[in-house]
């Protein structure tokens, strides 16, 4: 088992380019996250998806697109990037039953934009 | 809205000096805290999940705790390897965490 991976580690972009990043799981999960790491401010939810074509906005969602195409990918896309989008991204992934929904992590895309 | 503070925020240690992390959040209807261990360019590891005031686990040097209002992270006897930095997270809503900053622990030897 691969747990949570995701593609790629590292990435600069300058300011107007656009990007996707893949976030894959085979665990079989129906839940997946997309947050966002900054320094002094913990993880912030981006996008989520409770299952295969089904995408939610979370806390932070503006400057961001996503797609859950397949029940094992969930995407983001950063249609037109910015400064303020430089920042560790990590994928999440958790199954949908009660009472075990522990939430098991990529390993992060540290992406910079100049 | 749901908020969750974590204390310290950086935490100095000796090899062998027990201590406290501290985690406070404000929720409305607790479904889950959550506590993982993050080292230096990884994501979250998962370490406990408490649902209810009183509950107790522990795994090897780690001791977590829960209250209505706040989650202890006990570290007794602390290794150089136990150094990481330890997030706490609270659920209100199935399938959804909000994060504290974090408190990042170094045990010297």
């Known amino acids: 088992n691969a747990g949570v991976t995701q593609t790629p580690k590292f990435r600069v972009l300058k300011t107007g380019q656009s990007m996707t990043l893949l976030c894959a799981q085979d665990?079989?999960?129906?839940?997946m996250y997309w947050y966002r790491q900054d320094p002094g401010m913990g993880l912030r939810l981006i996008h989520y998806s409770v299952g295969e074509g089904t995408t939610a906005k979370g806390e932070v969602p503006d400057g961001y697109n996503v797609s859950r195409l397949k029940k094992q990918n969930f995407l983001l896309g950063l249609e037109s990037a910015a400064p303020s989008q430089t920042s560790v991204y990590f994928c999440?992934?958790?199954?949908?039953?009660?009472?075990?929904?522990?939430?098991?992590f990529g390993p992060g895309t540290r992406l910079t934009v100049l | 809205e749901d908020q969750v503070t974590q204390s310290p925020e950086a935490l100095r240690l000796q090899e062998g000096e027990s201590s406290s992390l501290n985690c406070s959040y404000t929720?409305?209807?607790?479904?889950?805290l959550f506590w993982y261990r993050q080292d230096p360019g990884k994501g979250p590891e998962f370490l406990f999940t408490?649902?209810?005031a009183g509950e107790e686990k522990e795994k090897e040097r780690l001791k977590a705790t829960l209250t209505k209002k706040e989650s202890f992270l006990h570290i007794t006897a602390p290794k150089p390897e136990d150094s990481a930095t330890y997030l706490c997270a609270v659920q209100a809503e199935w399938g959804k965490l909000s994060f504290g900053a974090g408190t990042t622990v170094t045990v010297r030897a």
């Open positions: 665990m079989n999960h129906e839940y």
């Open positions: 408490l649902y209810s």
């Open positions: 999440a992934s958790t199954q949908d039953r009660v009472g075990y929904n522990e939430q098991f």
């Open positions: 929720v409305s209807g607790l479904r889950g």
